[in-house]
């Protein structure tokens, strides 16, 4: 057990004291291709000097305002926000994290429907606060800490007709990752958002996606919805949303911010001007450094650089963008000690047998190349 922290994570052995790009140092001065990234959050790479200038300036001028005065960076940054975010959806709620994006969507979508069910997915992951963790389908975060919200329902991740028996007039929402990251990165097959949608629409039911790690440019397309063209009626957004700087944001569309009246939520730290101040940097680094169509781009070259891998441990290769899966026959675990300590590549496992990658969207094809590289390596021993 290391000193002074719960042990509630599995350390890496790892001591990481400076980062840049896509690359990252230890306390030793070896440096590493980073393919965890904080989980997803470094979009635009580590220490964007934009972001940083940004977070410098604003600190200096207004670190904390409350959401009861208005603020001039915050109502800038909400006004750039719903310009990305897919039509209809242009009403915010800031929060400091994933799971408040999405404790948010669970009380918004009980109050704007006058309904409790919620259908969420086997295999899915929303985060590790109570009513997130309700919608969670992995029993191992789940078990110890039952009973949960209750009236959640759990139905396989793209099982259409599980999903038809399942929404009905009591639901009031449908919650659905586009891709699902945690699960071992399993992109949503074809019509199965469209049809979600339509189901929901037909309940009287919403439909609310969760981008918190889909988000911002990580599939190739500002939100991963777009690939399927399915306007959600509840963004739930995070991770590369700030450049590393907590923030977490719940995006509505109109009807749902009718249902809201003042006290049905709040949070203290939530739309400080210092995260808005992050945010509204990492929106114009994602749109001036085209790093949208560069996810893309990169994360073609990247899966057919792993589809061309030879080793007989690799059972699947998925992904979409810079969001990437390799499925072993085998444990992960060991494969990405030794991508560590051997090859200085961090890569992130995704269930027992995935190995996650999620580079930041700045990640050079040579650093690229060597993430392939040292995978073609480590997998044929
Ligand atoms: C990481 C993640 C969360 C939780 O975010 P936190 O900031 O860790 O609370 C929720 N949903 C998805 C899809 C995630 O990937």
Redesign the pocket.
Known sequence: MTSFEVPVYAKRGLTVVRGKGALVWDDAGQVYVDCIGG??VAVVGHSHPRVVAAICRQAERLIICPNTLDNDVRRAYLERLVSVTPPGLDYVFLAN??????EAAIKFARVATGRTRLVAMTR??????MG?LSLTGNRKYRDPFTPLVPDVVHVPFGDLEAAREAVDERTAAVVV?PV???GGVHPAPDGYLATLRALCDRAGALLVV?????GFGRTGAWFAVEHWQVIPDVL?L??GIAGGV?M?ATVVTERVARALKPGHHGSTFGGNPLACAAGLAVLDILAEEDLVAQARAKGEYLLAGLRALTSSQVRAVRGLGLMVGLELRTRATPYLRRLQEDYRVLALPAGPNVIRLLPPLVITYEQLDTVIQALQEVLET
């Open positions: 989980h997803g994290s994933g799971a408040e994006a999405v899915s992951f929303h985060g590790r606060t997130a990752e699902q990251g945690e969760d981008e918190v790690q889909t739930c995070a991770k907590p977490g």
